[in-house]
């Protein structure tokens, strides 16, 4: 087994193909199991890879079985929560309830310091 490396993301990941007696990069995304990621396809058979994902959505192997199986880069961005100057704005018009209910303490905070972090639903 062999790795390739072509570049690296922008977290400084290696982005590389794994090599055995086959591509298992390949393999993976034929099998539905991994997107062809079309920033890094410029070190590679771009198009081996695009045909890999093609073949994949049509006989909806892995993440294809769902409907709308798709890439996450994709969708569109969750939309920032509405606030109001430190009240989160609630569905109700005119009512807004205050941020320290959707807040918990990352740890006990001086008295009076009120800081936290802000926790988001599903």
Not at 71 to 97: E, F, S, V
């Amino acid at each position: 087994m062999s790795i390739q490396p072509h570049t690296t993301d922008r977290y400084g990941r290696t982005v590389a193909e794994v090599i055995s007696e086959i591509n298992i990069n390949l393999v993976m995304v034929v099998d539905g199991q991994a997107f062809a990621y079309r920033r890094y396809l410029s070190g590679c058979d771009a198009k081996e890879y695009l045909d890999a994902e093609f073949r994949g959505s049509r006989l909806r192997y892995g993440v294809w079985q769902v409907e709308g199986g798709d890439p996450r880069w994709h969708h569109p961005r969750r939309p920032p929560l509405p606030l109001q100057g430190n009240r989160l704005l609630c569905p109700r018009p005119g009512a807004a309830a205050p941020l320290s209910r959707f807040v918990v303490p990352k740890r006990k905070p001086p008295a009076g310091a009120g800081q936290g972090v802000l926790m988001r639903g599903p």
